[in-house]
């Protein structure tokens, strides 16, 4: 089973064991009777790689330690829940690099790799059959068939161009269950495909198997991006058959699990994503495609807190792995505190909220008990040294008494160059800064406030920075986010292109990687959503130029208006008064100029007599004389 894209998990066959493998391919174990978390396995990603799939299985061993003639290094020590004399209980784990290996719960560590080719990519997901055959689907479309007792590849063939993200094996007719974009059905003697199902949009990501009969087999399955369960009748051969009853959901599906009970009712149970558990009560004669049918009865989970009631998501539900039978076990909380329950559940109701614990204040509120009785919590990876008291040389530490401390005196020269007084002006504007682990963190809780804070920047170093530290693991959820906020305001549209462009330029060798169909499922709902704004924009474009020409037309028309209004010529008319004092200007003037000439005239005329009187003056004395 498979929790999302990443997360798998599974439990063991007695339903005491949960497994669990969160992003970063890390496998942790629970009990789910005492609700501890036993055991946790990094495996070395240089080497093996991330572990991407899981799987129980039960095998048999000889007890010698002898395979294949060949004696191994020692014996193998048989789990202590072993189901069977002999027969031991391991995880089968499929890794990033296609290869497959057996995890012992008893040791805790990897204690077999399957020999063989493996997979060329990595593998999607496991399933076993009765007879000690394990099946393994991978990104390369290919199905292999291993043998648990040799621990070596026995066969493998194409399932075409799909590629396959679940498989499941069918005990009654022999056949192996391959989900990609359609249910193929393929026999295991011949490996040829016997039938095929068509309903689903998106890739299968979850399969799981019920008997009716003791002949009739049927599958249900789930995809990624719907929330719709289907029922398909394995029979005869055929292709493109549909299917046999539809399931309707509140939300996609991280985990799917059915089971028939003692009156031939069929019970399926599906947790959401967002954690909420849906159960199904349908007759065996009720398995018709012609209505979908809604949950029989909902089952939600909140805290008890007398402040604050949160919902408390469930994480993995089981109905095939219960101790007692038509009863539901699942577990709810986060991934890193679980807490796991068995209920019966009362379907005369249609809603069912059980009031719970947070699970991380019950392990803070135990850890707290343990210290006041005295018991020391230690984990199981911690190791305390061995230290022998006589060679140990204890050190005593030197103190400085503080009036020898003497006070460091800074020159006025470096005081003044801290106070930066002679900075350029714009050097000081802060610098663009990482927000990678906001970013991973909002996409882990999927908190939308957190989100909000971190997309809304336009600062093109900011952006880039994040988008170069952020892991790969993280661009999907990061474009799914994305494509959501192309669905909502401008403002919103205009952050996502932003990081789409440099999303697309930071990451561009791993989203090559990828391949046309993986590509095509991630960027295809934001592809769509902005080739329906494109088109949008061109009906758009034609309101706008209409709307740009009304508008030239009325500025047009409003401007002749004001050039008939205006006066087209001016005509200026002199007043009286001012050509009065213009005459009277011109008048004084001509004036004083008359004057002066009669003045000049009257001094020219004494000046004539005045030379008359002297000339005459002088004629008499002369006539004296004579």
Request: glycine content about 6%; aromatic content about 6%.
């Amino acid at each position: 089973m498979a929790l999302g894209q990443q997360h798998v998990l599974s439990f063991s066959p007695d339903g005491k064991l949960f497994a669990f493998i969160n992003d970063q391919g890390i496998l942790r174990i629970w009990d789910t009777e005492t609700n501890e978390l036993k055991q946790e396995y990094t495996p070395n990603i240089q080497l093996s790689g991330p572990c991407t799939a899981l799987t129980w299985v039960i095998t048999s061993f000889a007890g010698d330690g002898i395979v294949e003639g060949k004696k191994t290094k020692k014996s193998r020590k048989p789990l202590s829940s072993s189901s069977k004399d002999g027969q031991e209980i391991y995880i089968a784990l499929g890794t990033s690099n296609g290869k497959i290996s057996l995890y012992s719960y008893a040791l805790g560590k990897i204690e077999r790799n399957l020999k063989g080719e493996g997979h060329s990519g990595k593998v999607t997901c496991l399933a076993q059959d009765a007879e000690g055959h394990l099946f393994s689907s991978g990104e390369d479309c290919q199905i292999i068939v291993w043998s648990l007792s040799d621990e070596k590849q026995l066969s493998s063939w194409s399932v075409g161009t799909e590629k396959p993200y679940s498989i499941i094996y069918l005990g009654i007719s022999n056949n192996v269950v391959v989900g990609g974009r359609q249910i193929k059905v393929y026999s295991v003697a011949t490996q040829e495909l016997v039938q095929t199902f068509t309903g689903h949009t998106s890739d299968i990501n979850l399969i799981s198997s019920l008997i009716l009969d003791e002949c009739t087999e049927y599958v249900i399955s789930t995809s990624r991006m719907e929330r719709i369960i289907c029922l398909w009748k394995i029979g005869k051969k055929g292709r493109n058959k549909s299917a046999s009853s539809t399931l309707l959901m509140e939300d996609v599906a991280h985990c799917i699990t059915c089971q028939v009970d003692n009156d031939r009712n069929v019970r399926v149970a599906s947790v959401t994503r967002s954690g909420v558990i849906h159960l199904y009560l349908i007759p065996a004669e009720n398995i018709k495609p012609e209505k979908p049918i809604k949950p029989k009865l909902t089952i939600e989970v909140a805290s008890d807190s007398s402040t604050v009631i949160a919902p408390i998501p469930a994480v993995a539900a089981s109905l095939q792995h219960t101790i007692r039978s038509e009863e539901l076990i699942f577990g709810y909380g986060n991934k890193s505190f679980l807490v796991f329950e068995h209920i019966k559940p009362n379907f005369t109701e249609k809603l069912q909220v059980l009031i719970r614990t947070d699970p991380k204040t019950l392990y803070l509120t135990r850890g707290k008990l343990l210290k006041k009785d005295g018991k020391a919590v230690t984990s199981q990876k911690i190791v305390t040294p061995i230290v022998n008291d006589v060679d140990v040389d204890y050190k005593s530490s030197v103190t400085v008494s503080k009036k020898k401390l003497k006070a460091a005196e800074m020159p006025m020269e470096s005081r003044l160059q801290n106070l930066n007084l002679n900075v350029a002006p714009g050097s000081g504007t802060p610098q663009a800064q990482s927000k990678v682990q906001l970013l991973v963190q909002a996409l882990h809780s999927k908190d939308n406030v957190l989100l909000r804070s971190v997309l809304h920047t336009h600062d093109v170093k900011t952006i880039q920075l994040t988008l170069h530290k952020l892991p790969v693991q993280y661009v999907g959820p990061l474009v799914q986010e994305l494509t959501q906020f192309m669905e909502q305001k401008r403002m919103n549209v205009e952050y996502a292109v932003d990081w789409l462009k440099i999303l697309v330029q930071t990451h561009s060798s791993q989203l090559m990687a990828l391949g046309s169909d993986d590509l095509l499922n991630k960027f295809g709902p934001c592809i769509g959503i902005i080739e329906h704004r494109v088109n949008c924009l061109k009906e758009l474009s034609k309101v706008s130029g209409r709307l740009d020409l009304l508008i030239n037309q009325i500025k047009r028309n409003t401007n002749e208006d004001n050039l008939n209004s205006a006066n087209v010529l001016v005509y200026e008319d002199n007043d009286s008064s001012d050509s009065d004092l213009d005459d009277a200007n011109d008048k004084s003037a001509s004036d004083d100029e008359w004057d002066e000439d009669i003045e000049d005239s009257v001094e020219n005329m004494d000046q004539d007599s005045q030379d008359n009187d002297e000339s005459e003056n002088d004629d008499d004395g002369e006539e004296m004389e004579t």
